[in-house]
């Protein structure tokens, strides 16, 4: 009887430990790109990476997907991580995601795969990217000067 009981444990504990592995072979893998922003020409106007800007009053703004797979995608977690005393406009894919603080983080989403990060400073001075990345899950975005 007691044979039974240790073989038994021995079968649980073993059937455990392959959950367990396999389960983290399986987690996605967050990724990291940084990008050190530069300076923009005074005559250069509006980046041609914007597709839908930054509202200027309180007009609601949705971008409309452009084609049938968008509207149907995952969506893949866009973490941006500003190393620098600026405020950043951020634009994913062309569209306006929003605004993160100096010195600060924040995050929006993307639609998974190929995606299009741009950003620029509050005061239109400085620029990060365009950085084109692979997006699925999750992946940090960092903004250094």
Not at 85 to 92: H, N, Q
Not at 120 to 140: I, N, R, S
Request: with cysteine; net charge negative.
């Amino acid at each position: 009887m007691m044979k039974k009981i240790v073989l038994l444990l021995v079968v649980m504990f073993s059937a455990t430990l392959f959950v367990s592995t396999y389960a983290q072979d399986v987690k996605k893998e967050a990724k990291v790109v940084t990008v050190k922003g530069e300076d923009i020409e005074k005559t250069r106007g509006i980046s041609p990476y914007i597709k839908t800007p930054k509202p200027v009053d309180d007009e609601v703004v949705v971008p409309k997907p452009e084609e049938k797979e968008k509207a149907r995608a995952d969506y893949c977690k866009v973490i941006i991580d500003n190393w620098t005393g600026y405020s950043i406009d951020v634009y994913v894919d062309g569209d306006y995601a929003g605004t993160v603080a100096a010195w600060s983080d924040g995050y929006t989403w993307a639609i998974e795969g190929k995606t299009q990060l741009y950003a620029e400073t509050v005061g239109g001075t400085v620029y990060f990217g365009p950085t084109y990345v692979d997006c699925y899950y999750e992946h940090t975005w960092k903004l250094t000067n």
